[in-house]
């Protein structure tokens, strides 16, 4: 059988196309190496004896895909790595899998990831951890650890995850893939499971930029089925696939180069900011001035809107239902055994925000704050094009080294959240490593409905550099 661990997407599905490969020996190429490696990594929840497919035309035609474990698939248990869903089977499709599915895409299994998406560190799983495939004794990143973790190890081309205030960004920079996050209401989220409903957005994990750029065409257009669902034409993100970064104006904000970043991750990012002044983008310093109370103003937000979203999860009409002598117990009951610790937190944190007394002085400021995050970006992008910015102020942190300070693991999304917030596009994409090998991505963010500027200097970055090619030696 061919080997196609080193082969992007894009080259499986042509490979498929010119008869070189079977979509079956492309299948099954990847549920062996899947068997093979994944007990040490822990980052699959479900591998498909038989791939999820239909006949379809599309540029990516045949690649095997996986899927993050929050996102439904008719037929399919869809858990979000909870002991509350362990069981639930999914009555239908998410829009983004009748997508994949009509481009002809086989689906291969789902991933592991942070229990209901809580988390930085893919710790928070009934499934237990997954490991980061450079360092076992490492977190991949969270919460779509397991999606970025798979296919760094190339046990899969590509997949899905969902972003809510950085998941699929961060575990792509600790991992040393392709994460992207689309503007929001760019995918649709019918189908998604709920955390955040104003923040949460579904995006590719790749290896390349090319293979994103023809992901993004497939999931993304508008949904009738999902009322955030954006109407907006869709260009054909492959067009962005140049080699050009000239007079483009690229914003460094101060405040994400300041006191807290890693000294290996600025150094990276300043051989970033180089390789695009050779190639003729203008580099400018900006100012975020509100992004020190981000982080505050995301987890009041994200934690509401989570407490408000997870109160179906009572144990009657589906999932995990404990004994009890009357209908409360039920619920208590039900959700003490059923939600782990950090779901409780952020239900407790959320529903606090939301309480009488509370809502006007929490909720109701951090929404106030959230404007201002967002006018910060609107003022921005009058001078520039893009903003460059690390993706975490670290390379992958070890296991069980943040579990016990919650605050710690949150200050780890400082730097992905205000794009969530704001709704605009971003992306992490591999930039160099520290001197213990773990990689170091860099993060470019961009004016809404503008994913194809960051496609394109990802693009042209990748064009002179191959961070993207190194895999981990499993």
Not at 170 to 183: D, I, L, M, R, Y
Not at 217 to 225: A, E, F, Q, V, Y
């Amino acid at each position: 059988m061919k080997d196609l661990t080193f082969s992007t997407g894009c080259a499986i599905a042509q490979n498929i196309k010119d008869g070189k490969v079977s979509p079956d020996e492309a299948h099954s190429f990847f549920k062996e190496r899947i068997k093979k490696l994944d007990p040490q990594l822990k980052s699959f929840v479900e591998i498909y004896p038989d791939p999820l497919k239909e006949e379809g035309a599309s540029a990516l035609a045949g690649a095997p895909i996986a899927i993050k474990d929050n996102i439904c698939i008719k037929g399919k248990r869809i858990s979000c790595a909870s002991k509350i869903l362990s069981s639930h089977i999914s009555v239908y499709d998410a829009t983004v899998i009748g997508r994949l599915k009509r481009a002809g895409l086989q689906i291969i299994g789902t991933t592991n990831m942070d229990e209901f998406a809580f988390g930085s560190s893919t710790e928070n799983s009934c499934y237990g951890t997954t490991k980061n495939p450079w360092d076992f004794s490492r977190v991949p990143g969270g919460s779509s650890g397991g999606s970025a973790a798979a296919v760094a190890a190339r046990l899969v081309p590509f997949a899905l995850g969902s972003d809510t205030g950085g998941s699929i960004r961060q575990p792509a920079s600790f991992c040393g893939v392709v994460g992207f996050k689309p503007t929001y209401g760019r995918v649709s989220r019918y189908g998604l499971v709920a955390f955040g409903s104003s923040l949460d957005q579904i995006g590719p994990i790749t290896t390349n930029f090319s293979d994103c750029a023809h992901l993004l065409n497939i999931i993304c257009g508008h949904d009738s089925k999902d009322s955030t669902s954006t109407p907006k034409d869709v260009v054909d993100f492959t067009q962005a696939l140049k080699d050009e970064a000239k007079n483009v104006k690229i914003g460094i904000p101060k405040e994400y180069f300041a006191q807290g970043l890693n000294q290996e991750v600025k150094k990276a990012l300043d051989s970033v900011i180089e390789v695009f002044k050779d190639k003729g983008a203008k580099i400018t310093e900006i100012s975020l001035p509100h992004t020190e109370y981000a982080v505050a103003t995301y987890y009041i937000v994200a934690s509401s809107e989570a407490s408000s979203n997870l109160q179906r999860f009572d144990g009657i009409r589906y999932g995990l239902r404990a004994a009890g002598t009357n209908l409360k117990d039920v619920y208590m009951n039900t959700r003490g055994e059923g939600f782990g610790d950090e779901a409780k937190r952020r239900i407790f944190l959320g529903t606090y925000s939301l309480s009488s007394g509370y809502y006007e002085a929490y909720y109701v400021q951090a929404l106030k704050v959230r404007r201002l995050i967002k006018e910060d970006f609107d003022k921005a992008f009058n001078k520039v094009d893009v903003i460059l910015t690390p993706t975490s102020p670290t390379p992958a942190f070890k296991i069980g080294e943040k579990a016990t300070d919650p605050l710690s693991m949150y200050l780890s999304d400082v730097y992905t959240i205000s794009a969530n917030l704001a709704g605009v596009p971003a992306v992490s994409f591999p930039c160099g490593f520290s001197k213990d090998n773990l990689p170091i991505g860099a993060q470019l963010i961009g004016k809404e409905f503008d994913e194809s500027t960051l496609i394109r200097l990802g693009y042209s970055f990748q064009n002179v550099t191959d961070f993207h090619k190194k895999i981990p030696a499993l």
